[in-house]
């Protein structure tokens, strides 16, 4: 099974949780949580999972480098310097650390423009996944969108944007012709290499 964590800054606020059943290619769960604990049991059978959150922060300036190769692509992130962000990049690392999975990056929004689908419901049956019931959720649909990637990168087939701080990972296009910053599907990002993402998320002085 995979994972997409659409995690909060705050456990006060809804976390979207999915994941999909590698065997089946069926969206198993989604759902919403709040506290660290919820988040962590609902990723424990996970073997990988994309989080929608940066995972470090700026050396210097709002944005990293990965962010302004994104926002030259044509791609809209906010500044993982803004201090919701950062309590966002800090709660990720930390809930990633405590499940203990290969992780990677993505944005949701990003990775379903890239993909050329009008939603996720069009993602999900491009994707070949099938599903019960879709809730209505943004976070929850985003947390669906981040398990694609999941799926993505452990099929070999996820799109890797890279810069020298970091990489997100992006879905193919599979809805529609989408000539979105020349992306093509990255080799480097499998689940057998091993890759974990937990930087440190201090800033740097």
């Given at each position: 099974?995979?994972?997409?964590?659409?995690?909060?800054?705050?456990?006060?606020?809804?976390?979207?949780?999915?994941?999909?059943?590698?065997?089946?290619?069926?969206?198993?769960?989604?759902?919403?949580?709040?506290d660290?604990?919820?988040?962590?049991?609902?990723?424990?059978?996970?073997e990988?999972?994309?989080?929608?959150?940066?995972?470090?922060m700026?050396?210097?300036?709002?944005?990293?480098?990965?962010?302004?190769?994104?926002?030259?692509?044509?791609?809209?992130?906010?500044?993982?310097?803004?201090?919701?962000?950062?309590?966002?990049?800090?709660?990720?690392?930390r809930?990633?650390?405590?499940?203990?999975?290969?992780?990677?990056?993505?944005?949701?929004?990003?990775?379903?423009?890239?993909?050329?689908?009008?939603?996720?419901?069009?993602?999900?049956?491009?994707?070949?996944?099938?599903?019960?019931?879709?809730?209505?959720?943004?976070?929850?649909?985003?947390?669906?969108?981040?398990?694609?990637?999941?799926?993505?990168?452990?099929?070999?087939?996820?799109?890797?944007v890279?810069?020298?701080?970091?990489?997100?990972?992006?879905?193919?296009?599979?809805c529609?012709?989408?000539?979105?910053?020349?992306?093509?599907?990255?080799?480097?990002?499998?689940?057998?290499?091993?890759?974990?993402?937990?930087?440190?998320?201090?800033?740097?002085?």
């Amino acid at each position: 099974m995979v994972g997409g964590l659409d995690p909060s800054a705050s456990a006060r606020r809804p976390s979207g949780v999915a994941i999909i059943e590698l065997e089946r290619r069926k969206l198993a769960r989604v759902e919403i949580c709040y506290d660290d604990n919820d988040i962590v049991n609902a990723m424990s059978a996970v073997e990988a999972l994309a989080i929608d959150s940066p995972l470090s922060m700026p050396e210097n300036g709002a944005f990293r480098k990965i962010d302004s190769e994104m926002i030259r692509r044509g791609f809209h992130l906010l500044p993982p310097s803004w201090r919701g962000m950062s309590m966002l990049v800090e709660r990720s690392v930390r809930l990633l650390q405590l499940i203990g999975v290969p992780a990677f990056e993505t944005h949701p929004r990003s990775a379903l423009d890239a993909s050329g689908c009008r939603g996720v419901e069009e993602l999900l049956d491009a994707t070949g996944i099938s599903y019960d019931e879709l809730p209505n959720s943004r976070d929850a649909l985003d947390a669906v969108i981040a398990a694609v990637v999941a799926l993505n990168v452990v099929e070999d087939s996820a799109v890797e944007v890279k810069a020298s701080d970091g990489s997100i990972y992006l879905i193919p296009g599979m809805c529609r012709s989408r000539d979105r910053a020349s992306l093509r599907p990255s080799r480097t990002a499998s689940l057998r290499s091993g890759r974990q993402v937990t930087r440190d998320p201090s800033p740097r002085p």
